[in-house]
Each structure stands twice: as structure tokens, then as C-alpha cells.
């Protein structure tokens, strides 16, 4: 079934609408086939409801590894100047504007930036190639323009720090934080003391003074830093 799995909207009323489809979906009488896989979309209408742009991303396809191409809009948070920020997961090719991003085995995350008409800005991917696993949930922005999201991840993942973050063989929570610019900042992956545990970041959002508030699940125990 199609899904929209995430909204946002700007101070001024825009809404940003984020999910994947599989087929065809006539938007603002333009047809859009995705063939017989998942494909990324998102979607733009202005506070009165009219649509003000539509965009896919995505391949139709089998990975080498026979992985059917999928491709998902997770999260969008919206900016007060009606900018965008959009996570999610791909298997496959995805384009956001800037050429093609493959991952040949099983799914990669991402994190992209659009302006407030659907112009591409940057975009950062972030997995193995043969990753499993990799997830972005939730996205959120601070005052500064600052994105954070949060997800989950099963083999090692380098952020953008040169250093994989740590991982313990079971799916271990993740909090991400890049500048409005696409510039690394920081990543934190929370990691039993003794235990596996499986482990998902599913929301997180800012407050007026930058902090961070993130909420999720864990299977057996965690530490989030106080043991």
C-alpha cells in the first residue's frame, strides 16, 4: 500500500509531505510509475491545500543479492522559511538532484535538504555498501538550522566523523547532527554494557535552546551514558 509516513509544515502554513508509493500516482495531472517496487516521494501544498510540487526518488529493480529496490521518505521537517529536510532508507539508486547514490546490497540511509520550491541543496548517504539494517526515522531542527535524526543501525556506520561508530552485532540506537550547511557534527550510538540488545531511535525533536529530546525502544537494557 502507499504510504505517507511523515509531514511537516513552515510557520507560514506550507506542508511537506513525505512517504513511498509502488505503481502509478497521478499528482497535479501528472502520472508517476514507480513499476513493481517502492519508490520515495514528497510531496508540496501550500496552506489552502493546492499542490505545489511533487518529486520521486528511487529505481525499480533487484539488487545482486536479489533485495527487491525500495526506497522510503521516513521523516521531513520543515523550516520557518518553508525549507526542507528529509530521512529515510534506500535499496538501490536514488537521485536527489545531484546524480545518481547506488548501494549495490541491502539499505542505506539518508539525510537530504530541498529549498522551500523543491530545489535540491545537499545530501548526505550514510551505510555500507552490503549494510543491513541502516535506518533514519525521525528528523528534527534546531533554532540554528541544525538537523538531528535518530534511527537505528546494525553494521558498522561511519556519519561523517572518519570513525565508524561502535556496534555490538544487534541493532544499536542512533542520534545524528548535521549543520543546515550538510556539514558533520556529531553521532552517538548507544551501546550495552553486557547484553545484545536490539535497540531503535523512533522520534526525536529540539527545543528553543538547542537541547535534545529523543524517544525510542530497547529489548533487554541500555545505556545512554549514566551506566
Do not use: H, M
Not at 535540491?120 to 528528523?139: D, H, I, L, P, R
Not at 556519519?159 to 552517538?188: E, M, R, T
Not at 540488545?197 to 525533536?205: C, K, Q
Amino acid at each position: 500500500a502507499d504510504v505517507a509516513t511523515g509531514i511537516g509544515a513552515s510557520s507560514t502554513g506550507a506542508v511537506v509531505v513525505g512517504g513511498r508509493f509502488k505503481g502509478t500516482a497521478s499528482i497535479a495531472c501528472q502520472s508517476y510509475n514507480t513499476g513493481s517496487t517502492y519508490s520515495a516521494f514528497v510531496a508540496r501544498y501550500s496552506s489552502t491545500g493546492t499542490q505545489n510540487g511533487f518529486n520521486v526518488f528511487g529505481s525499480d529493480g533487484t539488487q545482486p543479492d536479489g533485495n527487491v529496490e525500495d526506497q522510503s521518505v521516513n521523516d521531513v521537517v520543515v523550516a520557518a522559511d518553508g525549507s526542507y529536510g528529509i530521512v529515510g532508507y534506500f535499496l538501490g539508486t536514488v537521485n536527489f538532484g545531484a546524480g545518481n547514490i547506488t548501494n549495490t546490497r541491502g539499505a542505506n540511509t539518508f539525510l537530504a535538504k530541498f529549498s522551500a520550491t523543491g530545489i535540491y541543496q545537499w545530501a548526505q548517504t550514510f551505510g555500507q555498501s552490503g549494510g543491513f539494517g541502516e535506518n533514519a526515522v525521525s528528523v528534527a531542527q534546531d533554532p540554528s538550522g541544525n538537523f538531528v535524526f535518530t534511527g537505528s543501525n546494525l553494521l558498522v556506520v561511519d556519519y561523517g566523523s572518519g570513525s565508524p561508530l561502535p556496534v555490538d552485532g544487534s541493532y544499536n540506537y542512533i542520534i545524528v547532527k548535521y549543520s543546515s550547511a550538510g556539514a558533520y557534527v556529531w553521532a552517538q550510538s548507544f551501546v550495552p554494557s553486557t547484553n545484545l540488545s536490539n535497540e531503535f531511535g523512533l522520534a526525536v525533536v529540539t527545543d528553543s535552546s538547542s537541547n535534545i529530546f529523543t524517544a525510542g525502544t530497547f529489548s533487554v537494557e541500555e545505556n545512554f551514558g549514566g551506566g
